[in-house]
């Protein structure tokens, strides 16, 4: 056992690359993923669930800023689908906008996918949803929608007027928004917080990549964010929530790369142990 476990601990990296990417392949090949237990839902991505639960046939409509791109897909794309599956198995109202131009065709595939997944149940565009697709200058169009959202966005990205939509027949400014929830892979949140929040008080929540949380945090400790989803955990965590609550049957995409990520995790503590074992081993062995 001696000789094998320093044996092991001088494997051709070549092996090691190979279990890693077995590791972070399979659990995406196996349907319903591996069904690893997933720790306890944070508090900050239960307040943003709470704050789409609220929405219904008759409420506000919640303002949905997608800004990612192809670089932080991975983490965001899971959040925007089990967001949107949320609003629609409410009924509520959501309007899908973006600043990234190399984000815009991410956000129009997507709002226009998981709608159709909901279309048997009445859910229409003009009523239920609406693009409005990409503008700039982002703090002008921000600003913009806190003193008229037909100033910046008189149509949707079909052409159609908003005038003509039955979901605006009562919308005009963040005062008639339930809450805008920013999902970005940049500093765009800290910009919502000071052109939305704290100029016209419109409510507001966020969903980051993993990376950027600990540097968005505070921004919710003092309240000026209602909640946010932190990388893929928190849109695992939102997913979980959406199948325990009854909304949708299975969990998706970020459940599946919390597996990827967690038997990935474990094989490289299993090599760390092996290959600190053979080297005092080998030490022991030469030394004697």
Known sequence: MRDFIIKLSSIDRRWVFLLVAICTVVPFLIPGGLGLPQSTV?????????EV?????????????????????????????AVLRHIFARKGK??????????????????YRIAGEFKDKGIVEGEN?????????????????????????PQDQRGV????MPMFKDVTNYQDIHIVLDLAGNNYPVAWISNAHERFGARFAMGVTNVMAADFTPYVSSGQAQG???????????????????YWPTTGDATLGMDAQSVTHVLILILIVLGNL???????????
């Open 129 to 153: 949803f609406a693009f409005l697709g990409f503008n700039f200058p982002f703090a002008a169009c921000v600003q913009g929608i806190g003193r008229d959202i037909r100033k910046h966005y």
């Open 94 to 111: 959501v309007i899908v906008l973006t600043f990234m131009p190399t984000g815009a065709g991410l956000a129009q595939e997507t709002i």
């Open 53 to 81: 639960d609220q929405l219904g046939p008759d409420t506000k409509p919640i303002i949905l800023s997608l800004n990612y791109d192809p670089g932080t897909l991975a983490e965001l794309q899971p959040m925007a689908e």
């Open 42 to 50: 944070t508090r900050y991505t239960q307040l943003v669930f709470d």
């Open 228 to 246: 946010m989803l932190q990388g893929m955990r928190g849109a695992a965590e939102y997913e979980r929530l959406l199948v325990e609550a009854g």
């Open 278 to 288: 053979g080297y005092f081993l080998g030490r022991k062995k030469g030394g004697a």
């Open 161 to 164: 007027n908003l005038d003509d």
